[in-house]
């Protein structure tokens, strides 16, 4: 029997090659497009198809999709640094914007009709109600917000005159790593905060920088809803389902619903690893809200996602494991 395959666009990366396993453990047939300017090949599971280019290359794009006929496309090919993107911002209208028009483009020609969006809390902006829902204004502060914004807009137009469905998954702080240690991040340079609290744990780095003490919180620094890469996957999956079974284009909010503070995450470390991990006082990084907290609740009632590692020492402890892993490697 034929699986039926989906195409994985940025399939080499962190979340991507998470989602690669998990689809075909749940009897798909994954097809990877990445160009490996960020990705890893290694990263891709064993009995995957990889395709080395980009998603924006209109030939390549079409020879690919008329191959597999996939029955869904899933996007995670993005540029997401948000520093980045204030100085660099015509790399992210390119990467994020144009690419995937091209992308959409081709699906339509090949007449791929499904595809599954991976956006960002960014969209949001400077939030003016917290826990956040799918209606709070879409008003981006970056670059990088603003060009996944204008993708998801895209979608809806190109969803009216094309039939095109697709479901965008907006996500709050990805972490964590998979339960077995076989996979988890790997990017270069490193800006999450999880990563780069272990890294200090195990002896990679000197110190934790913290960016501000006197933030408007409990403790006063930033709050931040983290969500498993594991259970992100998860309403990746149960987007998919939700297409087969004929659903609408619309969007949903991928978070805990529970914040916890920069420091509360130093401590979960602490108690995790059992390291001392230090930490300097830097200055605030400019357009850093102080709490950004997702109400998932639609995606909880619509998809019927309930995360599996919501628990902060989990999420850690899967990371850590997995820094651990690449320590003993190198």
């Known amino acids: ?76 090919a993005a540029a997401s640094l948000v520093g980045e993107s204030m100085v660099k911002p015509a790399k992210y209208w390119r990467n994020n914007l144009v690419q995937t028009l091209n992308l959409l483009d081709a699906m339509r020609e090949c007449e791929v009709k499904q595809f599954i969006f991976s956006s960002t809390a960014a969209v949001y902006g400077n939030p003016v109600e917290v826990p956040i829902t799918e209606q709070h204004p879409q008003l981006p502060i970056n670059p990088y917000g603003n060009s996944k914004l204008a993708v998801e807009k895209a979608l809806q137009d190109y969803g009216t005159a094309y039939g095109l469905r697709s479901i965008t998954l907006r996500y709050f702080n990805a972490a964590g790593a998979h339960p077995d240690g076989t996979l988890g991040e790997r990017h270069e340079p490193e800006t999450h905060l999880i990563p780069l609290v272990l890294q200090v744990a195990s002896g990679r780095r000197e110190v934790i920088g913290r960016f501000g003490q006197d933030f408007p919180t409990r403790d006063g620094s930033c709050i931040r809803d983290y969500i498993h890469v594991q259970d992100l996957c998860s309403a990746h999956l149960l987007a998919l389902q939700k297409l087969e079974q004929g659903a609408a284009t619309t969007v949903y909010n991928l978070g805990n619903g529970n914040g916890h503070s920069v420091n509360e995450v130093i401590e979960a470390a602490r108690r995790v690893t059992g390291h001392p991990i230090p930490v300097r006082d830097d200055p605030r990084r400019a357009g850093d809200p102080p709490v950004l907290v997702a109400d998932a609740t639609r995606a909880r009632k619509e998809l019927g996602w309930t995360p599996q590692h919501a628990d902060i020492e989990t999420v850690i402890a899967h990371a850590w494991q997995w820094e651990q892993k690449g320590m003993n490697a190198r």
């Open 1 to 76: 029997m034929t699986l039926p395959s989906v195409i994985v666009a940025g399939g080499a990366g962190y979340i991507g090659s998470h989602m690669v396993r998990m689809l075909q453990e749940n009897g798909y047939q994954a097809v990877v497009v990445d160009n490996l300017a960020t990705g890893h090949a290694d990263a891709v599971r064993l009995g995957a198809v990889l395709r080395e280019g980009d998603i924006g290359d209109p030939d390549f794009m079409r020879a690919l999709l008329r191959e597999h006929r996939p029955q869904c496309v899933m996007h995670f």
